[in-house]
Each structure stands twice: as structure tokens, then as C-alpha cells.
């Protein structure tokens, strides 16, 4: 069951451990279709992985198949499904920048074009919660704020999205805008911030990303369509 999607979650676990958003067995993936949520299993690391260690539950938590045990985060995943029917897919992750960050203040401004793109704004911080526990969606969900990205203070990133690629790029922008912030801190000075202004033209740019969307308004019809990414 779910073939295809498993490989995609076995696939975007890889692809977080490149990005050194996790290590080892960190972290934790899943992806929603229907009633049913394929979630990854606990203490496995992604590249050893193969399908059939991806498990399904319903949205309570019950195993509809799979015999390996479930993530230790699954209850809190699932809170955060439930809390949004377009979410489609949760991601988990213990990224180092982004958890600094969350050490240090209560919310990471917005202050480059691709956070802006793929988050939808500054990311807030969520109060400690304890691992494996539906407390930790919970918290999650009251952070978002209208963000695909919120930061767990001493733990890590919940990121969402209406598909696993959406969920995907809100951890890895997240990750390259708090590792630009940490610079821009240590230099000193005072940091440049986007307007409100800047940031609402940027998340709508994103929306034209892609060789899959409407071409981004002005472009020539001799143009590539691209607007630089």
C-alpha cells in the first residue's frame, strides 16, 4: 500500500540527513493521504530504509500496516494533522541553526527573500514540550501562526506543508535563514530587516516558483520564466 509515496518519505529523509538537518536516526517524516498517514519508523536510519518499514496509521494513531514501531513522535504528527486538513505533510527535525536560534530569542525575524518564500514569514518559537508527546504538536500548531515552519525550544523544527516538497523546503530555507541570522548576529552592527512590504511580495513570488505553475506576471513570453531560482 502506498508504494510510491513511501520511496518519496524513504527519499525527503535522505535528502534532510544531506542538508545535516538531522543525524542518524533524528527526526522523523510523515505524509498524509486520505484518512491514512504514512509515518517513518523510530530509531532507523533513513538510508537503511526500504518501504516496507514506512508504516500507516489512521489519523488516531492505530497501525493500519507495517510491523515496525512507529516514530515516538507519531501522537503529536498526528495532533498536528488533525488541527489542519491541508496539511498534508509534518516534518520533524533536530537542525542545528534553527534550535540555536530558539535558544537565544522567541521568534526568527524574516529577513531573507527565500525564508520568506518557503515559510511565509518570521518563524516563531514554541515552548519546551517533551519528545513523544501530543503536547509537542499541540504546541506546534498554537506557533504556526499562518507559518509552514515553527521552532521547538531545545529540540528542534515541525514543518508543514500542503505536499512533502512544500514541508521539505520550509525546513531547508528555515535552516540557511537561521545560519545567515547567526552570522549577521555575530558581526554586530544592526541587523537589516525585510519590510512587511518586502516579505508579502516575496511569499507570492514563490507562488509562481517552478516549471508547474503560472508564469510570475511581467515576464516576457520569449522569457525562460524564470525569476532567478
Request: hydrophobic share 40%; proline share 3%.
Amino acid at each position: 500500500m502506498y508504494q510510491k509515496e513511501k520511496n518519496e518519505v524513504i527519499k525527503a529523509g535522505m535528502t534532510l540527513d544531506r542538508y545535516e538537518l538531522i543525524a542518524l536516526s533524528g527526526g522523523n517524516i510523515s505524509m498524509r493521504i486520505g484518512d491514512h498517514v504514512l509515518v517513518t519508523p523510530s530509531g532507523m536510519i533513513y538510508e537503511d530504509m526500504v518501504e516496507d518499514d514506512v508504516l500507516v496509521v489512521d489519523l488516531f494513531g492505530k497501525v493500519i500496516e507495517g510491523t515496525r514501531k512507529p516514530s515516538v513522535d507519531t501522537g503529536a504528527l498526528l495532533y498536528v494533522f488533525r488541527s489542519d486538513e491541508n496539511i498534508k505533510a509534518v516534518i520533524h527535525t533536530h537542525q542545528p541553526y534553527a534550535t540555536a536560534v530558539g535558544l537565544v530569542t522567541d521568534e526568527l525575524p524574516c529577513n531573507l527573500t527565500t525564508m520568506a518564500n518557503a515559510v511565509n514569514g518570521s518563524v516563531h518559537v514554541a515552548p519546551y514540550s517533551s519528545t513523544a508527546t501530543e503536547q509537542m504538536g499541540i504546541e506546534a500548531v498554537n506557533y504556526l501562526d499562518g507559518r509552514l515552519a515553527v521552532i521547538l525550544k531545545h529540540h528542534g523544527v515541525i514543518a508543514v506543508g500542503n505536499s512533502l516538497k512544500q514541508a521539505l523546503y520550509a525546513c531547508i530555507y528555515l535552516e540557511e535563514a537561521a545560519k545567515t541570522y547567526a552570522i549577521a548576529r555575530s558581526l554586530g552592527g544592526t541587523m537589516a530587516m525585510l519590510t512587511d512590504d518586502q516579505i508579502e511580495q516575496a511569499v507570492d513570488v514563490f507562488r509562481y516558483y517552478g516549471q508547474n505553475t503560472p508564469k510570475y506576471p511581467g515576464v516576457a513570453d520569449n522569457d525562460s520564466g524564470s525569476i532567478g531560482k
